[in-house]
């Protein structure tokens, strides 16, 4: 109990300034303010500047599960705008099967920027784990549960099925709106280790058809999407490593209102896709080397029959190639930079005013002159200062801290 008190503490103390690390590993449920819509708008250089952020190599670490700990990034994207995406996690076992958990995870999408700050408690069956987790918050009708079933068959695979239930009692605790069909999120991600130089991962995040009545503004919101991704990784020989990583989304959103079909006011789809190949050598003990490419396609059409301003479509073709090497200089410092250079074709277009539409197309390129610092050697705990320099203009293009602090 010691040892949790101290872990509990350090993990509020760094929560204000970390970070986590990115993954498949978290369910993506429906949340009420896509309403609203994202409150940032997306640039040129955005989507570079995000993965630029990311630790490096980009892959390679297959689809591991959460583990105790801190890990994340926070970085400056813009002159007022950061892009953080930061989990914890910490867990207490006891002398029975049952076990008491505590996961948060900060981070955005294509919908806006969210929090889960998730309780919960399991227990240990065979091979199996068997949890239930409440997102905590104030208004009751703002909980969501999550119930999660984790088959751990040996060293290295798993299979994890998640069911969420977002706003699960909602309709019971306050009288504004109401979901006539409820939202359900069905997750499921693994990881195969299907032979020693080769392994495969994936998820499925499904985010059924739901129907929601909001009464004070006199509208009903359909929503559902759908995202899934899978990835390889293969070790050639004793120098070289390779990985692919394919990811694609597709959700729709109508909004409607409640006088009938024709006081329609939003009609939005959405599509997303993202292609990642890279590959690894180790040119000596002390020195890494990485090479990557990446396409990366998103289709976006915000349709608004009452506002012709607001009617909107976005179109991003996106092409990179990415390298870097880390050098380990001392046994706790190491040099690890990297450049990016990403050509961007991208559009956003008002069909209604069309003096409004604007294009981007060029080339964007930036480099990183990062410093990693070993922090715990025992555990492998390491903290990352992620500088960044604009390539094709003399500028400044970011700081940015990552952080790997297992428990």
């Known amino acids: 109990m010691r040892t949790l008190f101290r872990r509990g503490v350090c993990l509020l103390l760094l929560l204000g300034t970390g970070g986590a690390a990115a993954d498949w590993s978290n369910p993506e449920p429906f949340r009420r303010d896509r309403v609203e819509g994202r409150e940032f708008d997306y ?3 955005s989507f570079l500047h995000r993965f630029s952020f990311e630790p490096k190599p980009a892959l390679g670490r297959g689809s591991p599960l959460p583990r105790d700990g801190l890990f994340g990034l926070a970085g400056s994207s813009r002159s007022n705008e950061l892009y953080v995406d930061m989990r914890a996690q910490a867990t207490l076992e006891t002398e029975s099967p049952l076990f008491f958990g505590y ?47 984790l088959w751990l068959p040996s060293a290295g695979n798993h ?26 999120t069905y997750y499921l991600d693994g990881q195969w280790q299907v032979l020693d130089d080769l392994r495969l991962y994936g998820f499925i995040n499904h985010n059924d058809h739901m129907r929601w009545r909001e009464n004070t503004r006199e509208f009903t919101l359909r929503d559902r999407q759908h995202s899934a991704g ?59 080397a990485w090479y990557g490419a990446r396409y990366l396609h998103f289709d976006e059409t915000d349709r608004r029959p009452r506002d012709a301003e607001e009617h909107v479509r976005y ?11 880390r050098y380990r200089w001392t046994d706790a410092v190491s040099f690890a930079p990297g450049i990016f250079v990403n050509y961007a074709d ?27 610092l070993l922090v715990d050697r025992r555990r492998g705990g390491y903290i ?21 602090l297992p428990f």
């Open 230 to 288: 899978v990835g390889v990784d293969l070790r050639l020989n004793r120098y070289w490593s390779a990985s692919v990583e394919l990811e694609g989304l597709y959700g729709v959103r109508r909004r409607d209102g409640l006088a009938g079909p024709d006081e329609a006011d939003q009609r939005l789809r959405r599509s997303f896709g993202l292609a990642t190949v890279e590959l690894r050598q180790w040119l000596r003990d002390d020195l890494q």
């Open 159 to 184: 299979l994890r099925f998640t069911l969420v239930a977002p706003d699960a009692v909602y309709n019971s605790k306050q009288g504004e709106g109401e979901y006539l069909r409820k939202p359900y």
């Open 384 to 404: 990352t200062l992620n500088p960044s320099v604009r390539l094709h203009r003399a500028a400044f293009g970011g700081g940015n801290i990552q952080a790997y």
């Open 315 to 325: 179109e991003r073709r996106e092409t990179m190639v990415y390298g870097g090497v």
């Open 43 to 45: 640039n040129a250089e």
């Open 346 to 372: 991208n559009t956003e277009r008002y069909p209604d005013v069309p003096g409004e539409s604007d294009s981007d197309r060029g080339i964007y390129a930036k480099l990183t002159p990062s410093v990693e």
């Open 103 to 149: 996961r948060f995870h900060r981070t955005e999408d294509f919908d806006g920027r969210y929090d889960e700050n998730l309780v919960g408690f399991g227990a240990h069956v065979g091979p199996f784990r068997v949890s239930v987790w409440g997102d905590v918050v104030g208004a009751k009708e703002d909980i969501d549960i999550h119930g999660e079933l």
